[in-house]
């Protein structure tokens, strides 16, 4: 009886100690005076794009993994499994990705499987205006040449 006891006390441990691992990443990107447009395509569980009263683009990342321990959580996100990139463009636009878009489910050792679920955040400078989820624009000002105090003949 004991000895059962002692089995299922510690499988229970083991089944906890993979149980559930989280981390969250921030990714943060300037956005030029000039830029116009702010394009997204980032690919997760869960994606949410909003404004906010910074002036960079800042993308937060909350990984969840069901079945991994957190080296594993560790490993994948050094690995570039949920990195965020911007590039800016030459026509004033910055381009917000995922650089990986297609994820392999993921497996343990034995076979199992391990659930995975990512969950992106975006927040764009509050300058800029909604026209879809993927798309935001804003006005920017043209500069005006200062009046000069020469006087014409």
């Known amino acids: 009886m004991r000895n059962r006891l002692l089995t299922l006390v510690f499988s229970l441990l083991a089944s906890t100690a993979f149980a559930q691992s989280k981390q969250i990443q921030h ?3 300037e956005v030029a005076p000039q830029v116009t447009t702010v394009k997204v395509d980032v690919v997760g569980n869960y994606v949410e794009v909003t404004n906010w009263p910074g002036n960079l683009i800042m993308v937060e990342i909350k990984a969840e993994l069901n079945g991994a ?3 594993i959580l560790n490993h994948l996100f ?3 499994r949920y990195a965020v990139e911007a590039d800016a463009k030459e026509d004033n636009s910055i381009f917000v990705y995922t650089k ?3 994820r392999n489910p993921l497996k343990t050792k034995k076979g199992g499987s391990i659930i995975e679920r990512v969950h992106y955040r975006v927040f764009i400078p509050e ?4 026209v879809n989820n993927n798309l935001w624009t804003r006005e920017v000002e043209a500069e005006v040449p200062a009046p000069s105090d ?3 003949n």
Not at 127 to 130: C, G, L, R
């Open 150 to 152: 020469e006087k014409g």
């Open 27 to 29: 990714y943060s990107f």
């Open 78 to 80: 050094e690995g570039g």
């Open 127 to 130: 300058s800029f205006t909604k």
């Open 69 to 71: 321990s957190d080296d």
């Open 100 to 102: 990986v878009k297609e």
